[in-house]
């Protein structure tokens, strides 16, 4: 089983500042990682896919990168709105599965 | 716009069935490519995922739940449903559900949160 492990549990940082979030997977996982925002009382948002993808309508100021094993989701200059907890994830096709890590905090 | 919306008890005794439903708007269940995905995520802690089914009925569970788990569809009503059986205060959690585009989890429902409580 992949468990997918993200750095800092929180990260403390302040409006305008950028923000660089880790997650490292157990295995080898290829660009087969997603990353989501989530505020209090909310839904996950999708923000990145295939490691590196926006998704649809999510501001430039989120990146990511990384294969293999170690991921990255940059923030360049951090938005009020842009405080929440931040999750990895990692999907395998067959069989089907995702596993989330376990959560970066981003606070001001 | 996409929409999902879970229904279903807020409160489940200890070792009974939580059933949930998740109905699709805006868009049909039957679409190419889309599975349709569970999550969970007890209180103050991490997501987990459940299972997902596609709209021909085709299931796939996580591991770790697969015994108790049971996903299935209904196109003619565009919605898809969870039944979790054996339920233990370890269940208590908000769940959702949300559209698995190739891998993505793009649209999501609102949640709705689940207390096993006698």
């Known amino acids: 089983e992949i468990v997918m492990t993200q750095s800092p549990a929180t990260l403390s940082v302040s409006p305008g500042e950028r923000a660089t979030l880790s997650c490292r997977a157990s295995q080898s996982v290829s660009s087969k990682v997603a990353w989501y925002q989530q505020k209090p009382g909310q839904a996950p948002r999708l923000l990145i896919y295939?490691?590196?993808a926006r998704a649809t309508g999510i501001p430039t100021r989120f990146s990511g990168s990384g294969s293999g094993t170690e991921f990255i989701l940059t923030i360049s200059s951090l938005q009020s709105e842009d405080f929440a907890v931040y999750f990895c994830?990692?999907?395998?096709?067959?069989?089907?599965?995702?596993?989330f890590g376990q959560g970066t905090r981003l606070e001001i | 716009q996409l929409q999902l919306q879970e229904s279903g008890p807020g409160l489940v005794k200890p070792s009974e069935t939580l059933s949930l439903s998740c109905t699709v708007s805006?868009?049909?269940?039957?679409?190419?490519?889309?599975?349709w995905g569970w999550i969970r995520q007890p209180p103050g802690k991490g997501l987990e995922w459940i299972g997902s089914?596609?709209?021909?009925?085709?299931?796939h569970y996580n591991p770790s739940l697969k015994s108790r788990v049971s996903i299935s569809v209904d196109t003619s009503k565009n919605h898809f449903s969870l039944r979790l059986t054996s339920v233990t205060a370890a269940d208590t959690a908000v769940y959702y559900c949300?559209?698995?585009?190739?891998?993505?989890?793009?649209?999501w429902g609102q949640g709705t949160p689940v207390t096993v409580s006698s």
């Open positions: 994830q990692h999907y395998n096709d067959w069989p089907l599965m995702f596993t």
């Open positions: 805006g868009g049909s269940i039957s679409g190419s490519s889309y599975y």
């Open positions: 089914v596609y709209s021909n009925g085709n299931t």
């Open positions: 295939g490691a590196s």
């Open positions: 949300a559209r698995d585009l190739l891998r993505r989890l793009d649209f």
